[in-house]
T-cell receptor
C-alpha cells in the first residue's frame, strides 16, 4: 500500500507570501492529485498530474516521478486560500485500487 | 450539471440503527467511489464501482458495511448496525473513464454521527 506523507502539517503565513506544500509517496503511481478542502468541508480537485508541472492562476503543481515527490505552490497568497490541502495518489492500473490514497493534509492559514 | 449529489447531508442516529447514505454521480461518469473522513485517519477509500460493478471493497471496515450500485445514476452505502466509531464524513466521488487523466469529482459529503 502506498504511504503518502505531507509536510508541513500546519502552516500559517502572511498575505502575499509564497507558499510551498510538499508530498512524498512510497510506491510508483499513475497519477497524483492535489485537493482543496474548505472549512465547510467540501473537496475540490485542484490538479491531477502524472509528470512535469501544471499551473492554474496562482497555483502551481510539480511532480518528480523519480524522486516520488510533488509540491504545490501558491504565489501571492490570499486569506481566501486558507484551507486544508490534500495530496492523493492513484496506483498504476491493474495493480490494485483505482481509488485514491490520501495524505493527512496541510492546514494552511493566510493572515491578512 | 449539478455535480455529485449526496443525501442526507447530516445524519444523527443511535447505536444499533441502520444507516443508508445515498449518492448520485455526475451523469455519464462510469466510476463511483465511496470515501470516509475522520480526524484520526483522514480520508480513506471504502469501495469503488466501475460501470455499476464493485471492483475493490478491501477498504470496507467490516461486514456491517455494504454498498450497492443498482444503476448508473445511484449508489448506496449502508451501515447495519451502526456504532459510534462509524461517526465520520462520508464522501462520494465520480469520474469518467479509466485512464491516467481522469479526475474525481467529490460530493458535499454526509456527516454521520452515531450516538
Amino acid at each position: 500500500k502506498n504511504e503518502v506523507e505531507q509536510s508541513p502539517q500546519n502552516l500559517t503565513a502572511q498575505e502575499g507570501e509564497f507558499i510551498t506544500i510538499n508530498c512524498s509517496y512510497s510506491v510508483g503511481i499513475s497519477a497524483l492529485h492535489w485537493l482543496q478542502q474548505h472549512p465547510g468541508g467540501g473537496i475540490v480537485s485542484l490538479f491531477m498530474l502524472s509528470s512535469g508541472k501544471k499551473k492554474h492562476g496562482r497555483l502551481i503543481a510539480t511532480i518528480n516521478i523519480q524522486e516520488k515527490h510533488s509540491s504545490l505552490h501558491i504565489t501571492a497568497s490570499h486569506p481566501r486560500d486558507s484551507a486544508v490541502y490534500i495530496c492523493a495518489v492513484r496506483s498504476p492500473s491493474g495493480g490494485g485500487a483505482d481509488g485514491l490514497t490520501f495524505g493527512k493534509g496541510t492546514h494552511l492559514i493566510i493572515q491578512p | 450539471d449539478a455535480g455529485v449529489i449526496q443525501s442526507p447531508r447530516h445524519e444523527v442516529t443511535e447505536m444499533g440503527q441502520e444507516v443508508t447514505l445515498r449518492c448520485k454521480p455526475i451523469s455519464g461518469h462510469d466510476y463511483l467511489f465511496w470515501y470516509r473522513q475522520t480526524m484520526m485517519r483522514g480520508l480513506e477509500l471504502l469501495i469503488y464501482f466501475n460501470n455499476n460493478v464493485p471492483i475493490d471493497d478491501s477498504g470496507m471496515p467490516e461486514d456491517r458495511f455494504s454498498a450497492k450500485m443498482p444503476n448508473a445514476s445511484f449508489s448506496t452505502l449502508k451501515i447495519q448496525p451502526s456504532e459510534p466509531r462509524d461517526s465520520a464524513v462520508y464522501f462520494c466521488a465520480s469520474s469518467l473513464l479509466r485512464d491516467s487523466y481522469n479526475e474525481q469529482f467529490f460530493g458535499p459529503g454526509t456527516r454521520l454521527t452515531v450516538l
